[in-house]
């Protein structure tokens, strides 16, 4: 069955460390992945994709096919990234997303 | 252009009775997803509509849930006789096309809360 695992509800760090918000997948055949991100009274975005290999707000994320793990980093926490983060999988035969349950980054000043 | 909106943002019903929660896409977009946010559960797929149709309805909980999309633009989310494990945050999401690889664009909600 696909899924999606967050193990973490809460990550709590203060500005200027590294952060890394781990997400695991289980998935038979050639995944997409996402990262989407939910400010304070926002509605959910998309933060990135694996497929663009591309970093956004100094967000980056790795697809780790062996580890089948797409964790999402960031050396250097500020303030306003203080948000929920979903981290989400999608194939091509399915167009729909399937979502992990949500880690909640704190960063303090 | 404007986003995906929902109405009403806020639905708070008595358990037993129907509630309709409306969706409407971004202009032009159209692929239509219809998920479920539960606390503590994240959020789960309920509907997807391709055009008018829907050909994957596999994240409806029960019977009691339908939905229905119309000129392949607005969407209703029905919820007959609501129970109050249906008190969630609906969401809806749009994306031009369909496929894995087109972005979702997510509306801002519907809380429903059942009494």
């Known amino acids: 069955a696909q899924r999606v695992t967050q193990p973490e509800k809460l990550l709590s760090v203060f500005k200027g460390a590294p952060v890394e918000l781990k997400c695991n997948y289980s998935?038979?055949?050639?995944?997409?992945l996402f990262w989407y991100v939910q400010y304070s009274r926002q509605r959910l975005q998309l933060l990135l994709r694996h497929i663009s290999r591309e970093s956004i707000k100094g967000f980056t994320a790795d697809l780790n096919k062996g580890e089948t793990s797409f964790h999402l980093k960031k050396p250097f926490a500020q303030e306003e990234d203080s948000a929920m983060y979903y981290c989400?999988?999608?194939?091509?035969?399915?167009?729909?997303?399937?979502f992990g349950t949500g880690t909640r980054l704190q960063v303090f000043p | 252009g404007a986003g995906v909106s929902q109405s009403p943002s806020n639905k708070v019903t008595e358990k037993g009775k129907d509630v309709e929660l409306r969706c409407d896409p971004i202009?032009?977009?159209?692929?239509l997803y219809w998920y479920r946010q539960s606390l503590g559960q994240g959020l789960e797929f309920l509907i997807y509509f391709q055009g008018n149709s829907a050909p994957d309805k596999s994240g409806l909980p029960s019977d009691r849930f339908s939905a229905e999309r119309t000129g392949g633009s607005v969407s209703t989310l029905t919820i007959q006789r609501t129970q109050q494990e249906d008190s969630a945050v609906y969401l809806c999401?749009?994306?031009?096309?369909?496929?894995?690889?087109?972005?979702?664009?997510f509306g801002p909600g519907t809380r429903l809360t059942v009494l």
């Open positions: 202009s032009g977009h159209t692929a």
């Open positions: 998935y038979s055949g050639s995944p997409e």
């Open positions: 989400a999988l999608s194939s091509y035969n399915t167009d729909k997303l399937i």
């Open positions: 999401a749009s994306s031009l096309v369909s496929g894995s690889s087109d972005t979702q664009y």
